[in-house]
């Protein structure tokens, strides 16, 4: 039972119309009702593990247990936290989870118990919906996706060195914060380093910190990001550029867990959980000597492969999405989509910029369009792809378009508004109709 002395005020966990689970420090199964086996499709066998993730989608997964976590280390219950719950089935309710601390007489957490409350009203989820293809701000259907997606809930519990490999433009630094926002370090700070921007004199200094007269130009005390990570999560970008001599240095800190000021003499205890990453090949930097073997396998305790774009294409109209709805807010548009051709270059370019290459393409054609459609006149130069800025190709016109078509064609329209930068009377001849007929077309279209 939770302890005696929690305050009466409190709801008791074991309410009848509440489902409950009992849980070991590892997640273990105790004990159960029905309305657990309810919501799961099956009883939970004692002993066994827990499927939460048959209870909480992977962005509430990590989220419950880093509050299960926390009640075990702390003794403290932790209260009506909301959350969306997985019904077997395919659907999803919002709920109110509370997590109660289970003690021997010594005061020693020996369990919790997990309890649901208050279950709303249900809100089937189709299959391609984004709340399956997503893992915060991290976007992806494809296997590779979703394989990390998986791992990122265990990744983020532990405590262990993270080294994430992947082109430039992938999400390095998303899925390193992600990491540090998920983790029992979450009060921490998050401090970013890009070791390729400091030149080489400054690294250490930037890294370490300095005392005041350590060298020409010091007249102060400096604190270094290590420092200033404290016990928070210290993500060391491109951690490939740094030279053997540092390797060295940064090795020895990982090992002893202390550190000097340069110009100092007094060691500094390193707290911080470390995040690195590359879009180098380490292990062929391994190979000429570029690279420290030992420094390398003390980063990636855990490792991370993110995929290139033209690996996961199936993923880019879930992104195009995004990108739409973030960007209508930002320039204040009601951009609905993009053309089919528009989508058809996406899927057909090489994208050696990756994510963050079709997020700016997006965000150009966002400065360009004119109505609801993204055309691709409206996109940057890809000289990559051996094109100039692609223009829009009809086989025929808007109006042979609009006149072989049964109903007014909505394609016809479009692009005959955005050859005309959305001027009506331009489009309008180039239809052969009249300007109110336009008019009436768009509004019955829906097209405003």
Same mark, same amino acid.
């Given at each position: 039972m939770p302890a005696a002395d929690l305050k009466s005020k409190q709801p008791h966990p074991l309410h009848r119309s509440n489902g409950f689970?009992?849980?070991?420090?590892? !997640?273990?199964?105790?004990?159960?009702?029905?309305?657990?086996?309810?919501?799961?499709?099956?009883?939970?066998?004692?002993g066994k593990p827990f499927p939460l993730d048959k209870l909480f989608y992977k962005q509430e997964l990590i989220e419950v247990k880093s509050e299960i976590n926390r009640t075990i280390k702390s003794g403290q219950p932790k209260i009506k936290l909301k959350a969306e719950l997985l019904y077997n089935g395919g659907s999803k309710?919002?709920?109110?989870?509370?997590?109660?601390? !289970?003690?021997?007489?010594?005061?020693?957490?020996?369990?919790?118990? &997990?309890?649901?409350e208050k279950i709303q009203k249900q809100i089937h989820l189709p299959e391609t919906a984004e709340f399956h293809h997503s893992f915060k701000n991290i976007i992806g259907k494809s296997e590779k996706m979703q394989r990390l997606f998986t791992m990122l809930p265990d990744i983020a519990e532990s405590d262990a060195n993270v080294l994430i490999c992947g082109e430039s433009g992938t999400g390095k630094d998303l899925f390193a914060e992600t990491i540090h926002t998920h983790s029992l370090r979450s009060k921490g700070p998050y401090i970013a380093v890009n070791c390729a921007t400091f030149a080489e004199s400054l690294i250490e200094s930037e890294l370490f910190g300095h005392e005041k007269?350590?060298?020409?130009?010091?007249?102060?005390?400096?604190?270094?990001?290590?420092?200033?990570?404290?016990?928070?999560?210290?993500?060391?970008?491109?951690?490939?550029?740094?030279?053997?001599?540092?390797?060295?240095?940064?090795?020895?800190? !990982?090992?002893?867990r202390k550190f000097e000021r340069v110009g100092g003499t007094k060691p500094v205890l390193m707290e911080a959980r470390i995040i690195s990453a590359t879009n180098k090949n380490l292990t062929e930097a391994i190979t000429d000597k570029s690279f420290r073997e030992d420094f390398y396998y003390r980063l990636r305790t855990v490792s991370l492969n993110l995929p290139p774009l033209r /690996?996961?294409?199936?993923?880019?109209? &879930? !992104?195009?999405?995004?990108?739409?709805?973030?960007?209508?807010?930002?320039?204040?548009?009601?951009?609905?989509?993009?053309?089919?051709?528009?989508?058809?270059? *996406?899927?057909?370019y090489h994208f050696p910029g990756n994510v963050r290459e079709l997020e700016q393409a997006m965000e150009h054609a966002y400065v360009f369009?004119?109505?609801?459609?993204?055309?691709?006149?409206?996109?940057?130069? *890809?000289? /990559?792809?051996?094109?100039?800025?692609?223009?829009?190709?009809?086989?025929?016109?808007?109006? /042979?378009? *609009?006149?072989?078509?049964?109903?007014?064609?909505?394609?016809?329209?479009?692009?005959? &508004?955005?050859?005309?930068?959305?001027?009506?009377?331009?489009?309008?001849?180039?239809?052969?109709?009249?300007?109110?007929? &336009?008019?009436?077309?768009?509004k019955k279209l829906e097209l405003e």
């Open positions: 689970v009992v849980l070991t420090p590892s !997640l273990l199964t105790m004990g159960a009702n029905h309305v657990i086996s309810r919501l799961i499709g099956y009883d939970p066998k004692p309710s919002l709920c109110s989870y509370s997590v109660y601390p !289970l003690f021997k007489s010594t005061r020693i957490v020996t369990g919790v118990i &997990l309890c649901f007269s350590a060298f020409t130009g010091a007249d102060r005390l400096k604190t270094g990001r290590f420092e200033m990570a404290g016990a928070g999560t210290l993500f060391l970008d491109e951690i490939g550029e740094l030279k053997p001599e540092l390797q060295v240095k940064l090795l020895r800190v !990982l090992d002893q /690996e996961k294409k199936e993923d880019i109209p &879930l !992104l195009v999405n995004h990108f739409i709805k973030l960007f209508n807010k930002k320039y204040n548009k009601e951009i609905r989509s993009v053309d089919t051709k528009v989508m058809r270059f *996406f899927q057909q369009a004119k109505g609801p459609v993204i055309f691709l006149s409206s996109l940057p130069d *890809f000289k /990559e792809f051996n094109i100039a800025k692609p223009e829009p190709e009809l086989k025929t016109t808007p109006k /042979e378009i *609009f006149f072989t078509s049964k109903k007014p064609d909505k394609e016809a329209i479009l692009h005959a &508004l955005s050859l005309s930068n959305g001027r009506r009377q331009k489009a309008a001849d180039l239809l052969s109709i009249s300007r109110t007929s &336009l008019w009436r077309l768009i």
